[in-house]
C-alpha cells in the first residue's frame, strides 16, 4: 500500500499542473494590433503611434532598436514610399491570442505575412513575422518584438549597389568537361558519358515539374529507352556560340552555362532542338547538378 502511495505521489509530482493566465481568442486588445497594422498600410504614421506607449521599446530577432518617436515614423513612412501592393494578413491556420498572465500582465502574439513590392529594385516581399505584443494598464503597447528574416532586406540594399560575385571563365578545365560529356552522349557512349558525373547527380529539365530531378540511374535507364539511343537515330549535336564557366564566390562553386543545337536526320528532312545546358561541378571536378533547358514541343511534334 505505501508502495502505491508513493508511485501515486511521484506520478503526481511529474504531471502537475499549474495556472499562470488566461488565453482569449477574441480581446480588445486582438483588435487593436489590427488596427496598428491596419494604419501602417494606410500610411499613418501618427495613426500608428497612438497605440504605443510614449516609452515603448521594440525589438527586431531579439535586438533593442532603441525606438523613437521620429525612428517610428520614419518606419512607416519608408513603406509608404517604397512598396506597392502592401498587405497584412493572418498566416492561417495561425491566428492571434491574448493573454493575460497573473504576473505580467496582458500580452498578445499573432502570427502575419506581410507582402509587398519594393519599387525600386522590384523585389517581393513575402516575410513571415511573430509579434508578441505587451500592453500596459492604459491598453497602450509597452513592447513590440519581431520575429522574421530579413534576406529580403539585404537583397533590397544590394539591390541599389554593384557588387561582384566571382569571376567568368571562356576558357577553363570544366568547359573541357562539358564538352566531352556532350561528345559522349553524341556517340551514345553512356559509359564514357557516367564518367564525368557524381555518383549523387541530380538531373533536371524545363519539360519537368519544377523542383523534380533524377538520379544517376534513373537518367541511364531513361536514355537506354530513349530515342537518342536508338541505333536507326542518326543525329549531331553543334555548340553555338560559346560556353562560360562562372565561379560564384558567394557558393564558392563553379557552373558551366553552354548552348547547343541538337539536329537528327530523318526522311523528312533535318530536326533541329535548340538548348541550354547548365553543370554545376562539386570541389572534385564532377559535375554534381545538371540541368537542361529546351522546347519541349520540338520532340512532340515528332512522335
Known amino acids: ?5 508513493c508511485i501515486s505521489m511521484i506520478s503526481t509530482s511529474l504531471y502537475a499542473q499549474k495556472k499562470n493566465g488566461v488565453v482569449y481568442s477574441e480581446h480588445e486588445s486582438i483588435e487593436v494590433t489590427r488596427d496598428l497594422w491596419e494604419k501602417f498600410k494606410a500610411g499613418d504614421a501618427e ?9 515603448a521599446k521594440v525589438f527586431v530577432n531579439g535586438k533593442d532598436i532603441k525606438a523613437t518617436k521620429e525612428g517610428t515614423i520614419n518606419y512607416v513612412n519608408y513603406y509608404k514610399k517604397n512598396f506597392e501592393d ?11 491570442d491574448a493573454i493575460k498572465y497573473k504576473k ?10 506581410l507582402s ?8 517581393k516581399l513575402n516575410l513571415q513575422v511573430h509579434h508578441l505584443y505587451q500592453f500596459n494598464e492604459d491598453g497602450k503597447i509597452a513592447t513590440l518584438l519581431y520575429y522574421m528574416d530579413t534576406k529580403a532586406f539585404d537583397d533590397i540594399r544590394n539591390g541599389t549597389r554593384k ?3 566571382g569571376k567568368i571563365f571562356i576558357s577553363h578545365p570544366y568547359i573541357v568537361t562539358v564538352r566531352k560529356v556532350v561528345n559522349a552522349f553524341e556517340k551514345k557512349d553512356l559509359e564514357t558519358w557516367k564518367s564525368f558525373y557524381d555518383e549523387k547527380v541530380k538531373f533536371g529539365n524545363s519539360a ?9 540511374e534513373t537518367q541511364i535507364k531513361i536514355w537506354k529507352e530513349s530515342r537518342f539511343m536508338k541505333p536507326d537515330n542518326k543525329f549531331t549535336i553543334e555548340q553555338v556560340g560559346y560556353p562560360d564557366c562562372m565561379y560564384y564566390a558567394k557558393d564558392d562553386g563553379y557552373v558551366v552555362y553552354s548552348w547547343w543545337l541538337y539536329k537528327e536526320k530523318s526522311k523528312d528532312g533535318i530536326f533541329e532542338v535548340p538548348y541550354m545546358l547548365s553543370c554545376t561541378f ?12 529546351y522546347s519541349s514541343n520540338h520532340f512532340e511534334k515528332k512522335k
Open 1 to 5: 500500500m505505501i508502495v502505491l502511495l
Open 47 to 55: 495613426g500608428f503611434l497612438s497605440l504605443m506607449a510614449d516609452t
Open 86 to 96: 502592401l498587405e497584412i494578413k493572418d498566416h492561417t491556420p495561425a491566428y492571434p
Open 104 to 113: 505580467s500582465g496582458l500580452w498578445v502574439q499573432d502570427w502575419l505575412l
Open 116 to 123: 509587398g513590392i519594393h519599387k525600386e529594385t522590384g523585389v
Open 163 to 165: 557588387i561582384e560575385n
Open 208 to 216: 519537368m515539374k519544377w523542383g523534380e530531378m533524377r538520379d544517376l
Open 282 to 293: 562539386n570541389k572534385e571536378g564532377k559535375i554534381i547538378r545538371e540541368f537542361v533547358w
